[in-house]
């Protein structure tokens, strides 16, 4: 069996409860009539720009950063074109001290299939000092409600 059938054993799509439709975009598109791998993590940033709103419960003020992408790990399992309706999903993995573990995939809403998977490890930092500190706590309780 390949490790992408592997991966697509394990995952259960309603385990990621925050969805977000996705607006395939013109620019998104390769020569090859795919969205680009690039692409597709950008993505996976708008879920989680929308997530990160939702655990907070408010918008959030993007000048002032709290959190940074320290490690991201995506695999691609099957091709999106332009026409695909799309989702991005996500789950929280695991919450440390000072930093969090998401998980995304990106799943065409018409056949449920999983096109692409990312990982994403994200540290909670000091603004004014540009340091790690530990995850402040109404973001540690918003990230519990998503486990």
């Excluded at 009539?33 to 918008?59: I, M, P």
């Excluded at 999106?80 to 309706?85: L, Q, R």
């Excluded at 998401?102 to 004014?128: A, H, K, P, W």
Aim: with cysteine; hydrophobic share 40%; net charge negative.
């Amino acid at each position: 069996m390949s490790e992408k059938n592997d991966i697509l054993e394990h995952l259960d799509a309603s385990a990621f409860r925050h969805a977000v439709p996705l607006q395939l975009r013109f620019n998104d598109i390769d020569v090859l009539g795919h969205v680009n791998n690039n692409a597709q993590l950008a993505l996976f940033d708008v879920g989680k720009t929308e997530f990160y709103n939702a655990l907070r419960g408010q918008l959030a003020d993007w000048s002032r950063v709290e959190a940074v992408i320290v490690n991201i790990n995506c695999t691609f399992m099957e091709q999106i074109h332009f026409t695909d309706p799309m989702e991005v999903r996500t789950r929280v993995k695991k919450i440390g001290d000072k930093s969090f573990t998401i998980q995304q995939i990106l799943r065409n809403t018409d056949t449920g299939r999983i096109c692409s998977m990312c990982e994403s490890v994200m540290v909670s930092v000091d603004y004014e000092t540009k340091t790690s500190k530990p995850i402040p706590e109404n973001i540690a309780e918003g990230l519990m409600k998503w486990t």
